[in-house]
């Protein structure tokens, strides 16, 4: 069975801001399946620390959307 080459390293498009870059970055982080190269490539071009306070606040993001979610459906069933 043959490998597959790694990903070349490549920039960020030019139209793509390094805010979404790093949001890119801790969603794939969030899926959990990255090629070795990409994640070398992204530790490369980001800072440690925007990437903690990002990955937090995108984790309270989704904490408060599933309460949310939880609470509607609960007012949902107890209202029928």
């Known amino acids: 069975m043959k490998s597959l080459p790694p990903a070349p390293p490549a ?4 139209n793509e ?3 979404l870059a790093l949001v890119r ?5 969030f899926f959990g399946v990255r090629r ?8 490369e071009r980001h800072r440690p620390l925007p990437l903690i306070v990002a990955g937090l606040l995108m ?12 609470h509607w459906m609960a ?3 107890l209202a029928s």
């Open 11 to 14: 920039e960020p498009p030019a």
């Open 17 to 19: 801001s390094q805010t």
């Open 25 to 29: 970055t801790v969603l794939w982080g």
């Open 36 to 43: 070795n190269a990409e994640y070398l490539r992204d530790i």
């Open 59 to 70: 984790t309270a993001l989704l904490v408060l959307l599933l309460l949310s979610l939880a």
């Open 75 to 77: 007012g949902a069933a």
